[in-house]
């Protein structure tokens, strides 16, 4: 009976510290998880621009990145990356974490280099943001020259083959393949002469090559003072910083090969960090000092969401991947 009675009360204590155990757990309050501060949290978000600073490429990065960055209160700083028609650019900013903190001031480029053999990679490495703007290739000849119209120089380099010079900005170039483009179709063989930043301009002026294609900003001081002549725009449509001038299309000559910019970030982000930096690029585009900033330098604000610009991405790289194919610049 002792025994019975020992067993008993240490079977009773255990119990009473078991409950007392269990009810002390169920009455514990849960703590609560720390939450991450909602993107961009205070963090600079740098922009990678692979074009060299004071080029009108690189001010019109800074015009946006300004805006952007009033808009999602951090600073978004653009950093120069250049080289290898913007390989240089697209390798370091694909090989950053898709946090949102890292993105590419992107263009019809990432398909150029990617087709021409430059780069490893395509558009698919990247998550597109927004479209920003577009700019149409120009064919332009000396004020002074005998040319008046597209015609006139396209049948001049028929008639004379290989003597005709004209300047683009670079071997793979947007310029390189719409001159390319644009004389195959007329028929006419012309010296494509590729030159660096900004000097295409200068060898034009020079009278050290006979004409340039190249993006309107480059050109428009000259054409202002009456030093040089735009032809035609090789765009879908006529250009509003050359509202005068017609198409090559118009002229006879069916090219049409508007270059886009926008921004792009690494595969993976996030969409609700796609959605954030969207928005402060949209309100940026469609303010009135971003307007005036591209009659200035001459650009045309075209906003794309990041849905219609990851397909108007796709549609161009089939187009240039074509268009590459036919001209002999697409890597075999």
């Known amino acids: 009976m002792r025994a019975i009675k020992v067993d008993t009360a ?14 002390a757990f169920g009455q514990q309050t849960p703590q609560p998880q720390p939450q991450q501060p909602a993107y961009p ?6 922009m990678t621009v692979m074009f060299g600073a004071g080029s009108a490429a690189d001010v019109t990065a800074r015009y946006l990145a300004d805006g952007m960055a009033r808009r999602l209160n951090v600073p978004v700083p653009v950093v120069n990356r ?8 697209y390798s370091h900013v694909q090989k950053q974490r898709p946090d949102g903190y890292s993105i590419i001031w992107n263009s019809n480029s990432i398909s150029t280099t990617y087709h021409s053999g430059t780069l490893p990679f395509d558009y698919k490495a990247f998550e597109a943001v927004a479209r920003v703007s577009v700019e149409t290739p120009v064919i332009v000849v000396r004020a002074d020259s005998p040319w008046m119209t597209l015609k006139d120089l396209v049948e001049y380099a028929k008639a004379n083959p290989g003597k005709v010079r004209v300047g683009n900005s670079g071997t793979s170039s947007h310029t390189h393949f719409s001159a390319s483009a644009l004389f195959a179709i007329g028929e006419a063989n012309v010296t494509h002469v590729p030159f660096t930043e900004g000097q295409a301009v200068v060898n034009l002026l020079g009278s050290r090559i006979e004409g340039i294609v190249q ?14 002549r735009v032809l035609a725009v090789l765009g879908a449509k006529r250009d509003p910083i050359f509202p005068d001038v017609v198409t090559a299309t118009e002229a006879g000559y069916t090219v049409a090969l508007d270059m886009w910019r926008g921004v792009a ?6 969409k609700a960090i796609v959605a954030k930096l969207q928005n402060s690029i949209k309100q940026t585009v469609e303010s009135q ?13 075209a906003y794309l ?16 991947a074509q268009v590459m194919t036919e001209l002999g610049l697409k890597k075999k």
């Open 10 to 23: 240490i079977a009773v204590v255990i119990g009473f510290f078991c409950a007392s155990a269990v009810a």
């Open 215 to 228: 993006l309107p900003a480059a050109v428009v001081p000259h054409v202002k003072s009456g030093d040089l």
């Open 289 to 301: 000092p971003f307007a005036d900033a591209g009659k200035a330098i001459g650009f045309t604000p």
């Open 82 to 89: 250049t080289g290898g028609g913007g390989a240089i650019g």
């Open 305 to 320: 969401s990041s849905d219609d610009f990851g397909k108007l991405i796709a549609r161009d790289d089939a187009k240039l």
């Open 41 to 46: 949290a205070g963090k600079a978000v740098e």
């Open 265 to 270: 970030a690494p595969k993976g982000t996030s």
